[in-house]
């Protein structure tokens, strides 16, 4: 079998895991369960029980968790878990140390719901199989999440990208030490065919995995996916050059005193949103060597918690420049070094001008 797996990993990708899970796909679970009768859910391959903190609280109870893992260490977190129903009532867990492959439907029989999260890639064609078959004899939904796609994106590009992803995918196909051949980026279409050939109806929706933004840096960031959707927090900072939103949604609500470091331009596109809405003091660094534009056709928003500073060191020129009209609600400092100019109206209650402030064709500042 492949390699165990550590909860401490677990715990670090945990909360990605629950930002990107396709919620769409638990509205149809959630109208067949709905009717008050107590639920019975089995999670396979369950780790330490992030699957159930994440679905039990959109679920109607009372709910009966049963986890199944090879790993009797991480089934011993997952027993000690607490969470309740959305409608309040209990969720009790019960762990089965098991090889999840070697189930049957008569193990299975009586669930309201089998559940997995990140297991497929991680499986033969015949393990697949297997569950497969011993899901669809329970005749209960299944809902099954996080599996590898095959699809990587590296930015900035460089022309040994292609290599790379290459040997990726190559490793999530391997052969294991005993002989295994995983399923990699091919589970998703081989899982589908296995439940379709029984006759199920199958629906696929995507779950692209967010890069971490906490203590990291990165050149330029696009957020380029219609369902992308992502809120960060944490109290360590992203540095990055251009801030490009394209297609999605992204929540920046990092705290502390150098929470964002911005060092390129901001781009919102239009129908697009860019939050910086923490829940505590948090500051946002403009802090470029050449001028920074911000321009925002969609939603960008800099809410109370959010101080922003212009620190940035092109002057004499601006610094940095907002296109568009523009309310910063929480505290604006421009640095003695640096030129804010604004084209649009920018609202702010108190802005301290330490440098200079340029107001271009159109451009005002109100309070």
């Not at 960031?221 to 990055?240: D, I, K, L, R």
């Not at 500073?309 to 610094?319: E, G, L, R, Y």
């Amino acid at each position: 079998m492949s390699a165990p797996v550590s909860a401490g990993w677990l715990a670090l990708r945990e909360p990605a895991d629950a930002a990107v899970r396709a919620a769409e796909l638990v509205e149809p679970v959630r109208r067949r369960l709905a009717g008050g009768r107590p639920v019975m859910i089995h999670d396979l391959g369950a780790g330490t029980g992030s699957m159930a903190r994440w679905l039990a609280p959109r679920l109607p109870g009372p709910q009966r968790w049963i986890l199944y893992d090879r790993d009797a260490d991480l089934l011993d977190r997952a027993a000690a878990m607490t969470t309740i129903a959305a409608d309040g009532t209990p969720v009790t867990v019960q762990t089965r140390q098991r090889d999840i492959t070697r189930l049957t439907a008569g193990e299975l029989a009586g669930a309201g719901l089998v559940t997995t999260s990140a297991l497929l890639d991680l499986l033969t064609a015949e393990e697949v199989g297997r569950v497969v078959a011993a899901c669809a004899g329970a005749r209960c939904p299944v809902l099954l999440t996080l599996s590898v796609t095959g699809a990587v994106e590296l930015t900035p590009p460089d022309p040994l990208d292609a290599a790379i992803v290459a040997a990726f995918n190559a490793h999530q196909r391997r052969r294991t030490i005993d002989g295994r051949r995983l399923l990699g980026p091919d589970a998703i279409g081989v899982t589908a065919a296995e439940f379709e050939r029984r006759g199920a109806t199958v629906r696929v929706r995507p779950s692209p995995w967010p890069p971490s933004m906490n203590g990291r840096t990165y050149a330029n960031f696009e957020v380029n996916g219609a369902t992308f959707n992502q809120s960060v927090t944490g109290a360590t900072g992203v540095t990055m050059d251009n801030l490009t939103i394209t297609d999605g949604t992204l929540n920046l609500n990092t705290t502390g005193v150098n929470a964002v470091n911005i060092k390129g331009n901001i781009s919102v596109a239009t129908g697009e949103t860019l939050t910086f809405s923490p829940a505590s003091a948090s500051t946002l660094t403009f802090s470029g060597t050449t001028p920074q534009t911000i321009s925002n056709s969609g939603t960008l928003t800099f809410a109370a918690n959010e101080a922003v500073v212009i620190a940035n060191t092109a002057s004499p020129t601006p610094s940095v420049t907002f296109n568009n009209n523009q309310t910063i609600s929480g505290s604006l400092t421009v640095n003695s070094t640096s030129i804010l100019a604004t084209s649009g109206t920018l609202t702010n209650a108190s802005p301290a001008i330490n440098g200079g402030l340029q107001l271009n064709s159109g451009g005002s500042v109100s309070a």
